[in-house]
């Protein structure tokens, strides 16, 4: 928890119904946000999105990995003969 934080910044989050989200920020950070033509709550937003993004590419990811964990190797000329078969189709 910041010391001296007096703002409190409400988030509205875009989903089927929107929920408040509050984030403290010292009151520095506050003075030097107002200086910025920025809507905050949309910025916020989007950084959320990305992360959530970020974190589902993630996990895609290591579940792929656990699916090539549990494979067995395949041979150059099993996946070259896939590729001609596809061709031929």
């Given at each position: 928890?910041?010391?001296?934080?007096?703002?409190?910044?409400?988030l509205w989050v875009c989903m089927e119904q929107q929920t408040v989200i509050t984030v403290k920020v010292?009151?520095?950070?506050?003075?030097?946000?107002?200086?910025?033509?920025?809507?905050?709550?949309?910025?916020?937003?989007?950084?959320?999105?990305?992360?959530?993004?970020?974190?589902?590419?993630?996990?895609?990811?290591?579940?792929?990995?656990?699916?090539?964990?549990?494979?067995?190797?395949?041979?150059?000329?099993?996946?070259?003969?896939?590729?001609?078969?596809?061709?031929?189709?």
């Open positions: 928890m910041f010391i001296g934080v007096t703002f409190w910044y409400v010292p009151q520095e950070m506050k003075k030097k946000m107002k200086q910025i033509d920025v809507n905050w709550s949309e910025y916020i937003r989007e950084c959320v999105q990305k992360k959530i993004d970020q974190e589902k590419k993630r996990a895609a990811f290591d579940k792929l990995d656990e699916i090539r964990k549990r494979s067995k190797p395949t041979s150059t000329e099993e996946i070259v003969a896939w590729i001609r078969e596809g061709r031929e189709r």
